[in-house]
């Protein structure tokens, strides 16, 4: 059999780092995870090609050479991955489909021709999808309501990458949260109790990125890292002596909850394994709006404090936050500012409310009679679509709230500072060369274009900028590459806030910072008209 394994486009989005990626000569920020599990899969007498698009297009050849395709693909991916199903049924070629997308909801795929659907978990049904080709069968739909031993999950194909088009690489060691947030459809999609594989497996797929010759950063994809606090423990001790005896090759991101905070002994163990920023799901500084949406990690303990006991610990924080919830109070977007300029979060990822499918949320609303017909799901996927439920509060203010905030925070000389700050109040780095690596070619590059963009081209930052990079020299040299490298995203907020309002303004009809605060009725109208 000869597949092609194909990974469709991401639209340009807050996660895109588009213009980063141009600055430093990359083309996408990580790879693929889970299509490489798959081709990991799949019979070794088979043969594969892989296309992530994102990185490099397929060929006419390519298509004309398979018997078989294979896509994978998240919500936000849909445009991409339907034209991929369309063309491959024009073709005549089979198409197996698989990803959190068609997971969720399986009959989009269908309605685009697709033969098969590998659901749920591959390591389970891909052997189901293995016996029907077996057995000559050309359609079918293969789910499992258990969740696979992750322990018996095989080592990505990394080996198929073209490494040095990434940002970074990635790598999991478990799946599974054991909150209920009635947003989140990770518990759908992988359950409450987290799964992890053993420390030894960890490594190897960790070593098999260091023979492969992979030195800088790897994003350890977890939705929650530390969702089984004694598995990770029991990782981080045995990551740590590894790192030291392969002279730190990596520095480590990751997702985790805000109770991470309550931990020392887990702060000091990722500290010391090397891990420099963590991605944290604060979602609202508003208590009530975390009550009501089950967010009751977040109540336990001051955010503002956790946040700050993070960053003495010697990590970098990349926080999530959300409008929209029910009962949310009018003002919710100017707390949101609030509570970023006081910790100093450079790179907030400010979106709306999305009700997504199989989350309790969702499950809610539809009883309640409030998902908006016309829109559902096919049009989530970016934080600045607007929402496809009828909210508690007027969409109009939602919508507004969601542009001033946006567009404040990422205004140039806001950014800086945060990042400034940010980099100054990260603690414990005593024995650290770089809190954060790049590849030195790529990293030479980054250099000399941020020096050129904020440095020489940019006359309302440059004299920030200069004075910011010099007390980092002069304070803090180890956060050097970490505050260029935030500098350089920069780059791709200061485009992407002027999307965003953009985006907004075509589904509302009208310019929400250009307008004072409209009469209720007709707010509602003109919000709420595009459905």
Not at 63 to 87: G, N
Not at 372 to 390: A, P, R
Request: with cysteine; charged share 25%.
């Amino acid at each position: 059999m000869k597949a092609l394994l194909l990974y469709p486009k991401f639209p340009q989005s807050f996660w895109s780092y588009d213009r980063f990626m141009e600055i430093a000569g990359l083309k996408a920020v990580l790879p693929p995870l889970g299509i490489l599990t798959v081709a990991s899969l799949l019979p070794q007498e088979w043969e594969i090609r892989f296309r992530d698009r994102n990185v490099t297009l397929e060929t006419e050849a390519d298509w004309d050479w398979c018997d078989l395709v294979i896509l994978s693909a998240m919500l936000v991916q849909k445009p991409d991955f339907h034209a991929l199903i369309q063309k491959a049924v024009r073709l005549g070629k089979k198409v197996a489909v698989g990803g959190p997308y068609p997971t969720s909801v399986p009959q989009d795929a269908l309605d685009s021709g697709a033969n098969y659907l590998i659901l749920d978990e591959g390591e389970l049904t891909i052997p189901q999808f293995l016996e029907a080709l077996n057995q000559g069968k050309t359609a079918g739909v293969f789910r499992s309501i258990d969740k696979p031993d992750v322990t018996l999950s095989p080592i990505p194909r990394f080996d198929l990458l073209q490494r040095d088009a990434y940002f970074a690489m990635a790598m999991q060691f478990s799946r599974g949260c054991p909150f209920n947030c009635e947003f989140c459809d990770i518990i759908s999609l992988y359950g409450r109790k987290p799964r992890t594989k053993e420390p030894a497996q960890a490594l190897t797929e960790l070593q098999t990125l260091y023979d492969l010759g992979w030195r800088g950063t790897v994003f350890i994809v977890d939705d929650n890292f530390i969702g089984n606090q004694r598995n990770v423990k029991r990782f981080l001790r045995e990551l740590i002596p590894w790192m030291q005896q392969h002279d730190y090759p990596f520095t480590f991101i990751t997702e985790a909850s805000v109770n991470l905070a309550e931990d020392n002994e887990l702060l000091e163990l990722m500290h010391e394994a090397g891990f420099y920023a963590v991605f944290l799901g604060i979602e609202t500084p508003d208590q009530d709006s975390l009550e009501v949406t089950r967010k009751h990690q977040n109540t336990r303990n001051p955010l503002v404090e956790a946040c700050r006991k993070i960053n003495e610990a010697g990590m970098l924080i990349y926080a999530g936050f959300i409008l929209g919830f029910d009962g949310e109070r009018t003002g919710a977007g100017e707390r949101i500012q609030a509570f970023v300029e006081e910790t100093n979060i450079p790179q907030p990822m400010l979106g709306i409310l999305q009700a997504l499918p199989n989350t309790a949320l969702w499950n809610r609303l539809q009883q309640e009679q409030r998902l908006v017909d016309g829109i559902g799901i096919t049009e989530i996927g970016d934080t600045n679509t607007l929402m496809n439920f009828i909210p508690s509060r007027p969409i109009a203010e939602i919508a507004k709230e969601y542009v001033e905030a946006f567009w404040t925070m990422y205004e140039p000389k806001k950014y800086l500072r945060r990042s400034f700050e940010q980099c100054l109040s990260i603690g414990s780095l005593e024995g650290r060369k770089q809190t954060m690596q790049f590849p030195l070619g790529k990293g030479l590059r980054l250099v000399a274009q941020v020096l050129w963009h904020q440095g020489i081209r940019r006359p309302e930052i440059r004299r920030q900028f200069w004075q910011q990079l010099w007390t980092i020299l002069q304070k803090k040299p180890q956060v050097l590459n970490m505050y260029l490298g935030l500098c350089a995203a920069g780059e791709h907020f200061w485009e992407y806030r002027v999307l965003s309002r953009e985006r907004i303004t075509e589904q509302l009809g009208y310019d929400p910072l250009e307008v004072s605060v409209l009469p209720q009725p007709e707010a509602a109208m003109l919000a709420q008209s595009r459905f």
